[in-house]
Protein backbone atom coordinates (compact mmCIF):
# COMPACT_ATOMS: atom_id res chain seq x y z
CA UNK A 1 0.00 0.00 0.00
CA UNK A 2 2.87 2.32 1.06
CA UNK A 3 4.00 2.16 -2.52
CA UNK A 4 1.00 2.94 -3.87
CA UNK A 5 0.30 5.69 -1.62
CA UNK A 6 3.72 7.23 -2.55
CA UNK A 7 3.34 7.23 -6.33
CA UNK A 8 -0.53 9.08 -5.83
CA UNK A 9 1.49 11.48 -3.79
CA UNK A 10 3.77 12.62 -6.59
CA UNK A 11 0.94 12.66 -9.54
CA UNK A 12 -1.05 14.67 -7.37
CA UNK A 13 1.63 17.40 -6.77
CA UNK A 14 2.30 17.06 -10.33
CA UNK A 15 -0.73 17.07 -12.49
CA UNK A 16 -2.09 19.87 -14.27
CA UNK A 17 -5.79 21.47 -14.04
CA UNK A 18 -8.34 19.21 -14.34
CA UNK A 19 -5.61 16.22 -13.44
CA UNK A 20 -6.88 15.32 -10.14
CA UNK A 21 -10.10 13.71 -10.71
CA UNK A 22 -9.30 11.74 -13.44
CA UNK A 23 -5.81 10.24 -11.65
CA UNK A 24 -7.98 9.58 -8.86
CA UNK A 25 -10.21 7.59 -11.11
CA UNK A 26 -7.46 5.83 -12.87
CA UNK A 27 -6.36 4.45 -9.22
CA UNK A 28 -9.66 3.88 -7.02
CA UNK A 29 -11.34 0.77 -9.36
CA UNK A 30 -9.95 -2.63 -8.48
CA UNK A 31 -9.57 -5.12 -9.29
CA UNK A 32 -9.03 -5.31 -13.17
CA UNK A 33 -6.73 -2.57 -13.62
CA UNK A 34 -2.87 -2.12 -14.46
CA UNK A 35 -1.17 0.54 -11.37
CA UNK A 36 1.69 2.32 -11.13
CA UNK A 37 3.35 1.57 -8.47
CA UNK A 38 6.68 3.92 -8.28
CA UNK A 39 6.42 4.41 -11.72
CA UNK A 40 6.78 0.68 -12.38
CA UNK A 41 3.86 -1.02 -14.29
CA UNK A 42 2.22 -3.82 -12.10
CA UNK A 43 -0.65 -5.92 -13.00
CA UNK A 44 -3.07 -6.90 -10.06
CA UNK A 45 -3.18 -10.53 -9.20
CA UNK A 46 -6.86 -11.37 -9.58
CA UNK A 47 -8.61 -13.01 -12.52
CA UNK A 48 -9.55 -10.13 -14.49
CA UNK A 49 -6.47 -10.06 -17.23
CA UNK A 50 -7.32 -10.66 -20.54
CA UNK A 51 -4.76 -12.95 -22.81
CA UNK A 52 -5.59 -11.27 -25.88
CA UNK A 53 -7.11 -8.38 -26.60
CA UNK A 54 -8.30 -6.61 -30.41
CA UNK A 55 -8.33 -2.74 -30.78
CA UNK A 56 -11.07 -1.19 -33.83
CA UNK A 57 -11.72 1.82 -34.48
CA UNK A 58 -14.52 3.23 -36.32
CA UNK A 59 -13.68 4.58 -39.65
CA UNK A 60 -15.88 5.28 -42.77
CA UNK A 61 -19.00 3.67 -41.40
CA UNK A 62 -16.79 0.25 -40.47
CA UNK A 63 -14.98 -1.13 -37.56
CA UNK A 64 -11.45 -0.78 -38.41
CA UNK A 65 -9.04 -3.42 -36.43
CA UNK A 66 -5.71 -1.84 -35.49
CA UNK A 67 -4.30 -3.87 -33.65
CA UNK A 68 -3.76 -7.06 -31.64
CA UNK A 69 -2.10 -7.41 -28.12
CA UNK A 70 -1.33 -10.79 -26.61
CA UNK A 71 -0.55 -10.97 -22.73
CA UNK A 72 1.83 -13.54 -21.49
CA UNK A 73 1.39 -13.82 -17.32
CA UNK A 74 3.17 -15.58 -14.58
CA UNK A 75 1.57 -17.98 -12.19
CA UNK A 76 0.45 -15.32 -10.23
CA UNK A 77 -0.89 -12.88 -12.62
CA UNK A 78 2.39 -10.76 -13.50
CA UNK A 79 2.69 -9.53 -17.12
CA UNK A 80 5.40 -11.15 -18.49
CA UNK A 81 5.21 -10.47 -22.21
CA UNK A 82 3.13 -8.13 -24.34
CA UNK A 83 2.93 -9.14 -27.89
CA UNK A 84 1.84 -6.07 -30.16
CA UNK A 85 1.14 -6.80 -33.99
CA UNK A 86 -0.69 -4.34 -36.26
CA UNK A 87 -3.64 -5.10 -38.77
CA UNK A 88 -2.12 -4.49 -42.40
CA UNK A 89 -3.20 -5.71 -46.01
CA UNK A 90 -6.12 -7.89 -44.06
CA UNK A 91 -3.37 -9.52 -41.84
CA UNK A 92 -1.43 -9.16 -38.70
CA UNK A 93 1.80 -8.81 -38.59
CA UNK A 94 4.37 -7.81 -35.43
CA UNK A 95 4.82 -4.44 -34.54
CA UNK A 96 6.91 -4.44 -31.13
CA UNK A 97 7.32 -6.63 -27.86
CA UNK A 98 7.26 -5.57 -24.22
CA UNK A 99 9.08 -7.68 -21.82
CA UNK A 100 8.95 -7.13 -18.16
CA UNK A 101 10.08 -8.79 -14.90
CA UNK A 102 9.93 -8.50 -11.17
CA UNK A 103 11.05 -8.89 -7.75
CA UNK A 104 10.22 -11.43 -4.67
CA UNK A 105 7.95 -8.71 -3.48
CA UNK A 106 6.10 -8.22 -6.93
CA UNK A 107 7.94 -4.82 -8.22
CA UNK A 108 9.03 -4.56 -11.48
CA UNK A 109 12.90 -4.83 -12.14
CA UNK A 110 13.20 -4.85 -15.25
CA UNK A 111 11.64 -3.55 -19.13
CA UNK A 112 12.64 -4.22 -22.38
CA UNK A 113 11.57 -3.11 -25.55
CA UNK A 114 11.80 -4.69 -28.66
CA UNK A 115 10.90 -3.62 -31.98
CA UNK A 116 10.13 -5.35 -35.14
CA UNK A 117 12.63 -4.25 -38.12
CA UNK A 118 11.33 -6.45 -40.79
CA UNK A 119 12.53 -9.39 -40.40
CA UNK A 120 12.92 -9.92 -36.98
CA UNK A 121 12.47 -8.75 -33.33
CA UNK A 122 15.41 -6.48 -32.30
CA UNK A 123 16.19 -4.73 -28.64
CA UNK A 124 15.49 -1.24 -28.61
CA UNK A 125 15.30 0.34 -24.98
CA UNK A 126 15.29 -1.09 -21.60
CA UNK A 127 14.99 0.27 -18.60
CA UNK A 128 15.76 -1.39 -14.96
CA UNK A 129 14.49 -0.67 -11.12
CA UNK A 130 15.69 -1.04 -8.13
CA UNK A 131 13.87 -0.48 -4.45
CA UNK A 132 14.59 -0.53 -0.77
CA UNK A 133 12.68 -2.70 1.89
CA UNK A 134 9.61 -1.20 1.66
CA UNK A 135 9.33 -1.20 -1.97
CA UNK A 136 10.50 2.50 -2.69
CA UNK A 137 11.53 3.08 -5.76
CA UNK A 138 15.39 4.10 -5.19
CA UNK A 139 16.88 3.94 -8.90
CA UNK A 140 15.31 3.96 -12.07
CA UNK A 141 18.10 3.46 -15.22
CA UNK A 142 17.41 3.70 -19.28
CA UNK A 143 19.54 2.04 -21.56
CA UNK A 144 19.41 1.65 -25.49
CA UNK A 145 20.79 -1.01 -27.83
CA UNK A 146 24.38 -0.38 -29.14
CA UNK A 147 25.48 -2.67 -31.57
CA UNK A 148 25.72 -6.00 -29.56
CA UNK A 149 25.04 -4.52 -25.73
CA UNK A 150 22.93 -2.10 -23.69
CA UNK A 151 24.35 1.09 -23.54
CA UNK A 152 23.39 3.03 -20.27
CA UNK A 153 21.54 6.78 -21.08
CA UNK A 154 21.09 7.81 -17.88
CA UNK A 155 18.06 7.36 -15.02
CA UNK A 156 16.98 8.95 -11.91
CA UNK A 157 17.10 8.13 -8.43
CA UNK A 158 15.39 8.50 -5.39
CA UNK A 159 15.52 9.10 -1.73
CA UNK A 160 12.28 8.76 0.64
CA UNK A 161 12.29 10.72 4.35
CA UNK A 162 9.66 9.21 7.12
CA UNK A 163 8.11 10.82 10.06
CA UNK A 164 8.06 8.77 13.34
CA UNK A 165 5.04 7.73 12.73
CA UNK A 166 6.37 6.13 9.26
CA UNK A 167 4.35 8.71 7.65
CA UNK A 168 5.77 9.28 4.22
CA UNK A 169 7.00 13.42 4.32
CA UNK A 170 9.62 13.98 1.64
CA UNK A 171 10.47 12.61 -1.83
CA UNK A 172 13.40 13.77 -3.59
CA UNK A 173 14.29 13.03 -7.25
CA UNK A 174 17.94 13.47 -9.02
CA UNK A 175 18.43 12.62 -12.50
CA UNK A 176 21.86 11.63 -14.37
CA UNK A 177 23.84 14.36 -15.85
CA UNK A 178 25.74 12.78 -18.76
CA UNK A 179 28.23 15.09 -18.91
CA UNK A 180 29.17 15.00 -15.28
CA UNK A 181 28.34 11.45 -15.42
CA UNK A 182 26.78 11.94 -11.50
CA UNK A 183 23.18 12.37 -10.22
CA UNK A 184 22.16 16.10 -9.97
CA UNK A 185 19.34 17.38 -7.61
CA UNK A 186 16.28 17.41 -9.65
CA UNK A 187 12.91 18.22 -7.53
CA UNK A 188 11.26 17.21 -4.32
CA UNK A 189 8.22 16.92 -2.86
CA UNK A 190 7.08 17.54 0.89
CA UNK A 191 3.52 15.90 2.51
CA UNK A 192 2.00 17.19 5.41
CA UNK A 193 -0.25 14.86 7.42
CA UNK A 194 -3.69 15.14 9.54
CA UNK A 195 -5.44 12.37 11.77
CA UNK A 196 -3.74 9.61 8.67
CA UNK A 197 -4.28 11.66 5.71
CA UNK A 198 -2.25 13.92 3.42
CA UNK A 199 -3.52 17.64 4.13
CA UNK A 200 -0.92 19.13 2.16
CA UNK A 201 1.36 18.51 -0.98
CA UNK A 202 3.95 21.20 -1.86
CA UNK A 203 6.56 20.38 -4.62
CA UNK A 204 9.96 22.45 -5.85
CA UNK A 205 12.75 22.49 -7.76
CA UNK A 206 16.43 23.00 -7.79
CA UNK A 207 17.94 26.04 -8.74
CA UNK A 208 21.44 24.60 -8.23
CA UNK A 209 22.05 25.98 -4.89
CA UNK A 210 18.12 25.93 -3.57
CA UNK A 211 15.43 24.73 -3.16
CA UNK A 212 12.37 26.90 -5.14
CA UNK A 213 8.80 26.17 -4.02
CA UNK A 214 7.05 25.33 -7.54
CA UNK A 215 3.43 24.49 -6.40
CA UNK A 216 1.30 23.73 -3.33
CA UNK A 217 -2.02 21.73 -3.06
CA UNK A 218 -3.67 22.83 0.04
CA UNK A 219 -7.02 22.33 1.91
CA UNK A 220 -7.35 18.50 0.87
CA UNK A 221 -10.60 17.08 2.15
CA UNK A 222 -11.03 13.51 1.36
CA UNK A 223 -13.75 11.43 0.56
CA UNK A 224 -12.62 8.00 1.18
CA UNK A 225 -9.00 7.96 2.11
CA UNK A 226 -8.54 4.28 1.43
CA UNK A 227 -9.25 4.37 -2.51
CA UNK A 228 -7.94 7.64 -2.72
CA UNK A 229 -11.35 9.46 -3.76
CA UNK A 230 -10.64 13.30 -2.87
CA UNK A 231 -13.66 15.85 -1.95
CA UNK A 232 -12.06 18.87 -2.44
CA UNK A 233 -8.53 20.75 -2.88
CA UNK A 234 -6.88 23.66 -4.02
CA UNK A 235 -3.97 24.04 -5.77
CA UNK A 236 -1.54 27.00 -5.70
CA UNK A 237 1.31 28.33 -8.09
CA UNK A 238 4.59 30.22 -6.25
CA UNK A 239 5.30 33.57 -8.01
CA UNK A 240 7.18 36.44 -6.55
CA UNK A 241 8.05 35.31 -3.21
CA UNK A 242 4.72 34.11 -2.55
CA UNK A 243 2.03 31.13 -3.03
CA UNK A 244 -0.97 32.46 -5.30
CA UNK A 245 -4.59 30.92 -5.98
CA UNK A 246 -4.58 28.89 -9.13
CA UNK A 247 -7.29 25.59 -9.31
CA UNK A 248 -9.89 24.60 -6.97
CA UNK A 249 -12.11 21.55 -7.51
CA UNK A 250 -15.08 19.81 -5.13
CA UNK A 251 -16.03 16.75 -6.31
CA UNK A 252 -19.43 15.19 -5.79
CA UNK A 253 -20.31 11.55 -5.21
CA UNK A 254 -23.42 9.57 -5.79
CA UNK A 255 -24.67 5.91 -6.44
CA UNK A 256 -21.99 3.85 -7.37
CA UNK A 257 -19.88 6.64 -7.06
CA UNK A 258 -20.65 8.58 -9.62
CA UNK A 259 -17.92 11.43 -9.81
CA UNK A 260 -18.94 14.70 -10.64
CA UNK A 261 -15.82 17.25 -10.47
CA UNK A 262 -16.08 21.24 -11.16
CA UNK A 263 -13.06 23.12 -11.48
CA UNK A 264 -13.22 26.63 -10.59
CA UNK A 265 -10.41 29.00 -11.78
CA UNK A 266 -9.05 32.06 -9.98
CA UNK A 267 -9.25 35.03 -11.82
CA UNK A 268 -9.13 39.10 -11.30
CA UNK A 269 -9.83 38.65 -7.06
CA UNK A 270 -12.42 35.33 -7.81
CA UNK A 271 -13.48 32.37 -8.23
CA UNK A 272 -14.96 31.27 -11.68
CA UNK A 273 -16.08 28.37 -13.29
CA UNK A 274 -13.87 26.31 -15.57
CA UNK A 275 -14.11 22.68 -15.98
CA UNK A 276 -16.23 19.93 -15.07
CA UNK A 277 -16.15 16.52 -15.58
CA UNK A 278 -18.76 13.76 -15.13
CA UNK A 279 -18.07 10.02 -14.42
CA UNK A 280 -20.46 7.66 -14.25
CA UNK A 281 -20.22 3.55 -13.51
CA UNK A 282 -22.73 0.48 -13.13
CA UNK A 283 -23.08 -1.73 -10.61
CA UNK A 284 -20.47 -3.52 -11.25
CA UNK A 285 -17.90 -0.82 -10.67
CA UNK A 286 -17.49 -0.19 -14.63
CA UNK A 287 -17.45 2.94 -15.88
CA UNK A 288 -20.12 3.54 -18.21
CA UNK A 289 -20.18 7.19 -19.05
CA UNK A 290 -17.34 9.77 -19.04
CA UNK A 291 -17.95 13.59 -20.03
CA UNK A 292 -16.20 17.32 -19.88
CA UNK A 293 -17.90 20.10 -19.94
CA UNK A 294 -16.47 24.02 -19.97
CA UNK A 295 -17.97 26.83 -18.70
CA UNK A 296 -19.76 29.10 -21.07
CA UNK A 297 -20.12 32.72 -19.40
CA UNK A 298 -22.28 34.08 -22.20
CA UNK A 299 -25.09 31.97 -20.70
CA UNK A 300 -23.49 31.12 -17.88
CA UNK A 301 -24.03 28.01 -18.34
CA UNK A 302 -22.12 24.27 -18.88
CA UNK A 303 -20.94 23.80 -22.60
CA UNK A 304 -20.24 20.20 -23.67
CA UNK A 305 -17.44 19.17 -25.17
CA UNK A 306 -17.04 15.42 -25.51
CA UNK A 307 -19.65 12.82 -24.10
CA UNK A 308 -18.38 9.04 -24.05
CA UNK A 309 -20.68 6.23 -23.24
CA UNK A 310 -19.12 2.56 -22.46
CA UNK A 311 -20.95 -0.51 -23.29
CA UNK A 312 -19.71 -3.78 -21.81
CA UNK A 313 -20.00 -7.31 -22.36
CA UNK A 314 -19.11 -9.54 -19.16
CA UNK A 315 -19.33 -12.94 -18.76
CA UNK A 316 -20.82 -14.36 -15.68
CA UNK A 317 -17.64 -13.46 -13.67
CA UNK A 318 -18.43 -9.86 -14.49
CA UNK A 319 -15.13 -9.51 -16.38
CA UNK A 320 -14.96 -7.68 -19.21
CA UNK A 321 -15.30 -9.53 -22.81
CA UNK A 322 -15.78 -6.46 -25.35
CA UNK A 323 -16.19 -2.89 -24.53
CA UNK A 324 -17.73 -0.64 -27.25
CA UNK A 325 -16.89 3.30 -26.69
CA UNK A 326 -19.87 5.75 -28.73
CA UNK A 327 -18.94 9.63 -28.73
CA UNK A 328 -20.81 12.99 -29.34
CA UNK A 329 -20.08 16.44 -28.83
CA UNK A 330 -21.75 19.80 -29.38
CA UNK A 331 -21.02 20.21 -32.79
CA UNK A 332 -22.61 16.31 -33.52
CA UNK A 333 -24.66 15.35 -30.63
CA UNK A 334 -25.75 12.21 -31.94
CA UNK A 335 -23.95 9.61 -30.56
CA UNK A 336 -21.24 7.85 -32.96
CA UNK A 337 -19.13 4.18 -32.58
CA UNK A 338 -15.46 5.38 -31.52
CA UNK A 339 -13.48 2.69 -30.31
CA UNK A 340 -13.76 -1.14 -29.76
CA UNK A 341 -12.22 -3.25 -27.40
CA UNK A 342 -12.42 -7.25 -27.66
CA UNK A 343 -10.85 -9.17 -25.18
CA UNK A 344 -9.94 -12.87 -25.71
CA UNK A 345 -10.18 -15.51 -22.65
CA UNK A 346 -8.64 -14.74 -18.76
CA UNK A 347 -6.30 -17.42 -17.62
CA UNK A 348 -5.83 -16.70 -13.67
CA UNK A 349 -7.51 -18.25 -11.06
CA UNK A 350 -10.87 -18.59 -12.61
CA UNK A 351 -11.31 -19.86 -16.08
CA UNK A 352 -13.70 -18.24 -18.53
CA UNK A 353 -17.30 -19.67 -19.35
CA UNK A 354 -16.42 -22.96 -21.08
CA UNK A 355 -19.68 -25.22 -20.47
CA UNK A 356 -21.71 -25.76 -23.61
CA UNK A 357 -24.05 -23.61 -24.82
CA UNK A 358 -27.42 -24.27 -23.36
CA UNK A 359 -30.81 -23.27 -24.76
CA UNK A 360 -33.12 -21.02 -23.17
CA UNK A 361 -36.25 -19.62 -24.77
CA UNK A 362 -37.38 -15.72 -24.65
CA UNK A 363 -41.01 -14.89 -24.50
CA UNK A 364 -43.34 -13.43 -25.31
CA UNK A 365 -41.60 -12.59 -28.93
CA UNK A 366 -41.98 -9.82 -29.38
CA UNK A 367 -41.85 -8.52 -26.04
CA UNK A 368 -43.53 -4.99 -24.57
CA UNK A 369 -42.91 -4.39 -20.72
CA UNK A 370 -41.75 -7.58 -19.68
CA UNK A 371 -39.51 -9.83 -21.03
CA UNK A 372 -39.30 -13.33 -19.66
CA UNK A 373 -36.23 -16.49 -19.85
CA UNK A 374 -37.22 -20.28 -19.36
CA UNK A 375 -33.56 -21.37 -18.57
CA UNK A 376 -33.01 -24.61 -17.18
CA UNK A 377 -30.12 -24.08 -14.87
CA UNK A 378 -30.22 -27.14 -12.70
CA UNK A 379 -29.00 -24.79 -9.53
CA UNK A 380 -29.93 -21.93 -7.91
CA UNK A 381 -27.68 -19.24 -9.16
CA UNK A 382 -27.22 -15.41 -9.48
CA UNK A 383 -27.79 -14.85 -13.51
CA UNK A 384 -26.31 -11.85 -15.81
CA UNK A 385 -28.55 -10.65 -18.61
CA UNK A 386 -27.72 -8.32 -21.35
CA UNK A 387 -29.54 -7.14 -24.21
CA UNK A 388 -27.34 -5.67 -27.34
CA UNK A 389 -28.72 -4.31 -30.00
CA UNK A 390 -27.93 -4.78 -33.62
CA UNK A 391 -24.90 -2.25 -33.75
CA UNK A 392 -23.50 -4.82 -31.05
CA UNK A 393 -24.01 -2.20 -28.38
CA UNK A 394 -25.14 -3.36 -24.99
CA UNK A 395 -28.40 -1.36 -24.28
CA UNK A 396 -29.51 -3.76 -20.90
CA UNK A 397 -27.81 -5.38 -18.10
CA UNK A 398 -28.97 -6.22 -14.89
CA UNK A 399 -28.28 -8.95 -12.66
CA UNK A 400 -31.30 -11.23 -11.33
CA UNK A 401 -31.24 -14.65 -9.56
CA UNK A 402 -32.33 -18.21 -11.01
CA UNK A 403 -34.50 -20.00 -7.96
CA UNK A 404 -36.02 -22.50 -10.39
CA UNK A 405 -38.46 -20.50 -12.00
CA UNK A 406 -39.03 -18.38 -15.15
CA UNK A 407 -36.45 -15.53 -15.03
CA UNK A 408 -38.69 -12.06 -15.84
CA UNK A 409 -37.15 -8.42 -16.46
CA UNK A 410 -38.79 -5.21 -17.23
CA UNK A 411 -38.01 -3.54 -20.54
CA UNK A 412 -38.29 0.16 -20.47
CA UNK A 413 -40.07 2.09 -22.42
CA UNK A 414 -36.89 4.00 -23.78
CA UNK A 415 -35.71 1.03 -25.49
CA UNK A 416 -36.45 1.72 -29.17
CA UNK A 417 -38.22 -1.00 -30.93
CA UNK A 418 -36.23 -3.56 -33.02
CA UNK A 419 -34.09 -6.65 -33.25
CA UNK A 420 -32.43 -7.22 -29.94
CA UNK A 421 -29.39 -10.15 -29.11
CA UNK A 422 -29.83 -11.71 -25.63
CA UNK A 423 -27.10 -13.27 -23.72
CA UNK A 424 -27.71 -15.09 -20.19
CA UNK A 425 -24.26 -16.06 -18.26
CA UNK A 426 -24.10 -17.73 -14.89
CA UNK A 427 -20.76 -19.19 -14.07
CA UNK A 428 -19.80 -21.41 -16.66
CA UNK A 429 -23.24 -21.46 -17.89
CA UNK A 430 -24.23 -19.08 -20.74
CA UNK A 431 -27.34 -18.93 -23.36
CA UNK A 432 -28.05 -16.39 -26.19
CA UNK A 433 -31.14 -15.32 -28.14
CA UNK A 434 -32.57 -12.96 -30.17
CA UNK A 435 -36.22 -11.32 -29.52
CA UNK A 436 -38.14 -8.14 -30.56
CA UNK A 437 -38.78 -5.47 -28.82
CA UNK A 438 -42.47 -4.09 -29.84
CA UNK A 439 -44.28 -1.36 -27.34
Known amino acids: MKQLLTYFLLALAFLSFG ?86 NGNQTEHIVQVWNGTALVDSARKTFSYDTLSNLLEMKSYSRSMSSWVWDGGMRYAYTYDLANQLIEKVTEIYNSGSSTYAL ?25 WVPKERTVDIVWYDFSRQLLSSMKKQQYANSAYIDDIRGTCTYTQNDTEDWVYEKYQNGSWTNSLREIRRYNVFGLETEFSYYSWYSPLASWKLGEFFSKYHITDGQHRIMETVIEIRDSINPNPRNFERFVYGSFFVGLDAPSGPEEEASAFPNPASNQLNFDWNLGFN ?43 LKSGDSFAKGKVIVQH
Open 186 to 210: DSKVETQWSQGEWSQLEDFDWSGSA
Open 19 to 104: GEAIFAQNLKRSPARTVLENGAQRVSSNPDMPSTALYHKWIFNNWDTITQTTNLYSVSGYLLEEQVEAFHNSQFEPSFTNFFDYNS
Open 381 to 423: SPVVIALFDAQGRKRLETLTNYNGNTISIPISSQLENGTYFYQ
